[in-house]
């Protein structure tokens, strides 16, 4: 019993020695003694398991606080990334948003001009086909003129050279009627 | 070695052979003696790791001398325990960085002995090339059930004593900074930082048995 008792105590004793070696609290002195003691595998030993106690506790609270500090700040970090790229998104569908509505009217009117004048053209032309020779490129101006003189106002003295073709036009479907008419 | 009367004055009383380190360098002789000067305490606490390996590196010498059977076997060890500490991303802190360099330095040793066996040598060669064993696996388990342990036996200290193991520990403060911000005297905070210890020693020793 007293020799189990004594031999905890020694056992004790060897492992505070390590504790306070390995904390740095010895003097200079005491480590190179200490130090020197290291080749006995009993107290190598004693050293070891010291370590592993001293890394454990040490390192028990160090990853609760470190683990709980990296989340916090990834979780920091994320939430003002994402914050970022929604106002970018924003910024950027507001200048898409304001640079159509600037476009968009002048695009729809430059684009409809053409295609009213061409589908008069063809109305004009389908109905005064044999009338008029169109090959000439003197017709396509009459025509644009004329479809321009129809939709604009004009004097009552520009009315005749206004309906001129038109008048032609008629004219000559007439004949053709009557030339059927007498088969 | 801890600095006691000198510094304290008639506040702190020449401390009780219970309420130090006692003998320290095994020389039978309790080395807290009044009158000494904290100047001759230990050296200033590393900040660095180079600083720690420097310090520690003659005692891990010492150490793996005691292990290995040639002095180029203990340089080889050596060496790697500083590619370990070079390569390491884990914060430890500074409080327990000696001690986790000797943790390296045991490891090196048990793993040279291993590397000696031929048969141990091609088996493990084996082992990586077809299963890709990670050999580290095995410790962190051990480690994980290790920290839980120290957990609870931590929280099964009393309230001052925890406070001064994590003072000590994890803030990385001297005992003579735990004494004035608790306003304690310095064996009794040396004494309670032993004897937590201890107690933390037994349990995780209980555990194990």
Redesign the interface.
Known sequence: MKADTNSNDQS??V???C???????????????????????VL?DA?????????????????A??HFKSRSVSIRQIASLVATLAAAILVFVAYRFSKESESNPNDLQVSAAPAAELFDLQVAKTWVDPAIDWDADVRENIAVTAIDDIFNDVDDTDVDETFEWMVAAVEASIDLGDDQNDG | MSSSSADSGDQHPDPRPDQSYGDLDGSGVDDTTPGVDSSDQATQQPTTWREVFEQSESGLRRFLAGKLPQDADVDDCLQSVLVAMLKNETKIPAAARRAWLYRVAGNEAARWWRHKSTTDRVLEKHAETVYGVDTVVPANIETKETLDQINRAINNLDENSRQIVNLRLRDGMTFQQIADQLNLPLGTVLTRMRRSMQKLRNEIDGDKD
């Open positions: 004790e004793s492992r505070d020695r504790l306070a070696y390995l904390l740095g609290e010895m003097t200079p002195q005491q480590a190179s003694t200490f130090e020197a003691g290291l080749v006995d595998p190598a050293l070891l398991r010291e370590s592993d106690l001293l890394c454990a506790v040490a390192m028990s609270d160090s990853s606080h470190t």
